[in-house]
């Protein structure tokens, strides 16, 4: 049994597996790296709050009886089952199977905006946090050396595009970090600045109405600069020229629009929708039998909600992920199979600080008992490293927080278009 990916999805189908086969079977995972990353807290990594290991879960530490392969799958042979890889130093190999899980989640989502490509990041995997956490703290260092107010207001503005969950974060925590770093600077007299745009009417607009006026409010308080119904219409060097001609002077223009399919999905020539592999309740591919499909790669019917696909969400890939290993055992006859039907149990979203939304179980929280809440969640749903994550969150809230340059992820290596493939992470 061969699975593809290692985000939420196709780790728990691992893990499931694993469980489920006992050793009566060989499973193999190939992913482009070792470790299944847990995506909800990166906006903490590139704020400092948590270190990169922390949510850099090891395959080979956690998944007994799991083979791991690591290698970017490139093709799949559906007509004499293997799949061909690359491997990490340019090597090409394959791996037959019997069993198929597609599993390979979501790149960054682009947009025809002239200069994105050449002038933004996007926030998708590790490289990226770091790298924000580099620049962020580089632009501050230089604002302050700058003897031209002009370029001084410019290093010290941050536009963050995307209102959603990722953007949302990232820009609390990072007004947060920003004024954290100015504060840490006796002589410093800089006012960092941090915009939000999002063509939507309002913050997190994929959540309940309550959940969206706490983080903005939370936003508002901060200082962040919040502008719904703009966003950028031309980005160069100098800055972004927003939708409503106004042209704000800035080095940092971090990109959170959303997530697509993976474009190896398209490779395929199997049947699409927006993108994502076609698959029936069973999270099994239309005539394949033995090749199935989750997460956000795959276009899962919501029995939910009659004619529509379940939303490209970590709270989806995590459960599609646990039911296609029953569906796989039950294909040897193991058990049953059984359709994806969910339940919304609910969601949170980590705004820094002392500050958090959450609705669990339909109950709308916010301050320090939404905190509690989102610190739970995240440690209950990680795999590993739970208690060393619990403890840079004890020492970021007793002891103040180095900033550094560490210079480790340059601005070359992460270009927008070829973003880490993970799944998306925050449904709760």
């Not at 569906?327 to 149990?345: E, M």
Request: proline letters at 7%; charged letters at 20%.
């Amino acid at each position: 049994m061969v699975i593809v990916g290692a985000g939420f999805a196709g780790y728990h189908a691992a893990k499931t597996l694993s469980r489920l086969a006992k050793d009566q079977a060989e499973i193999v995972l190939l992913n482009t790296t070792d470790y299944f990353l847990y995506l909800p807290l990166l906006p903490e990594v590139a704020a400092g709050v948590v270190e990169a290991t922390r949510i850099s879960v090891p395959l080979a530490g956690t998944l007994d009886g799991v083979r791991l392969v690591v290698g970017e799958a490139d093709h799949v042979d559906l007509q004499n089952r293997w799949v061909g890889f690359t491997q990490p130093e340019g090597d090409r190999n394959r791996i037959a199977y019997d069993r198929l899980v597609l599993a390979v989640g979501s790149v960054n989502k682009l947009l025809p905006i002239p200069g994105v490509t050449e002038y933004a990041h996007g926030f998708r995997g590790l490289p990226e946090a770091l790298y924000v956490h580099d620049h962020v703290v580089r632009q501050i260092e230089l604002a302050e050396q700058a003897t031209d107010p002009a370029e001084q207001r410019a290093r010290s503005t941050f536009v963050v595009v995307g209102a959603g969950y990722t953007g949302t974060e990232v820009a609390a925590h990072g007004q947060l970090f920003t004024d954290r770093l100015v504060g840490q600077r006796s002589r410093s007299r800089l006012r960092p600045r941090w915009m939000l745009l999002d063509v939507a009417p309002r913050v997190l607009p994929e959540l309940d109405r309550r959940m969206s006026d706490t983080a903005h409010q939370v936003l508002d308080r901060r200082g962040v600069d919040v502008r719904m119904g703009t966003s950028v219409a031309v980005a160069n060097a100098d800055g972004v020229k927003l939708t409503d001609g106004e042209f704000i002077p800035t080095c940092s223009l971090i990109w959170c629009v959303g997530v697509r399919p993976d474009p190896f999905v398209a490779q395929l020539g199997l049947r699409t929708e927006k993108g994502r592999l076609v698959t029936d309740e069973y999270l099994n591919v239309p005539g394949f039998p033995e090749v199935f499909a989750c997460g956000d790669a795959a276009a899962v019917p919501d029995l939910a909600q009659p004619g529509q696909v379940c939303a490209m969400t970590a709270q989806h890939a995590q459960r599609q992920g646990k039911l296609v290993a029953h569906n796989v055992a039950a294909s040897y006859g193991q058990g049953t199979r059984r359709p994806y039907k969910h339940h919304d149990l609910g969601w949170v979203v980590d705004l820094g600080g002392r500050d958090a939304a959450a609705n669990p179980l339909k109950l709308s929280l916010a301050g320090l008992p939404a905190k509690v809440v989102t610190r739970g969640y995240h440690l209950l749903n990680l795999p590993g490293n739970r208690a060393r994550v619990g403890t840079d969150w004890l020492l970021d809230a007793t002891l103040p927080r180095p900033a550094v340059q560490l210079g480790l992820v340059p601005a070359h290596s992460v270009p927008l278009e070829s973003s880490s493939p993970e799944v998306p992470a925050h449904a709760g």
